[in-house]
């Protein structure tokens, strides 16, 4: 199992920006950022596989968010731009080690949780 530590979330206008941060404690062939907003289910807001030429973004955050990672680092970041309050939900570094659990966005290990706060 991979530990997964996140940090970074906290309060922001609309339109404002923040920058989520993930490192992992072993190999990973994905990496990815999910969130959970109170009433809803979670969904995958964005992911990166270890080659770092292949991304998946949810379409509400396309052209708004972006993700990057270090390899050799075994990090990644989220870069949320122009945030809306409809982001605001409680953000999970997820990760694995299988290409079919990645590209189901079945994921295996899990961070704690950052909340990420958009007020109008």
């Known amino acids: 199992q991979v530990q997964l530590v996140e940090s970074g979330g906290g309060s922001v206008q609309a339109g404002g920006s923040l920058r989520l941060s993930c490192s992992a404690s072993?190999?990973?062939?994905?990496m990815g950022w999910f969130r959970q907003a109170p009433g809803k289910e979670r969904e995958g807001v964005a992911v990166i596989y270890r080659g770092g030429d292949s991304t998946y973004f949810i379409d509400s955050v396309k052209g708004r968010f972006t993700i990057s990672q270090d390899i050799a680092k075994r990090a990644v970041w989220l870069e949320m731009n122009s945030l809306e309050p409809e982001d605001t939900a409680v953000y999970y570094c997820?990760?694995?080690?299988?290409?079919?659990?990645?590209?189901?966005?079945?994921?295996?290990?899990w961070g704690q949780g950052t909340q990420v706060t958009v007020s109008s």
């Open positions: 072993g190999y990973t062939y994905c």
């Open positions: 997820a990760a694995d080690r299988g290409y079919y659990r990645c590209a189901s966005l079945n994921f295996a290990d």
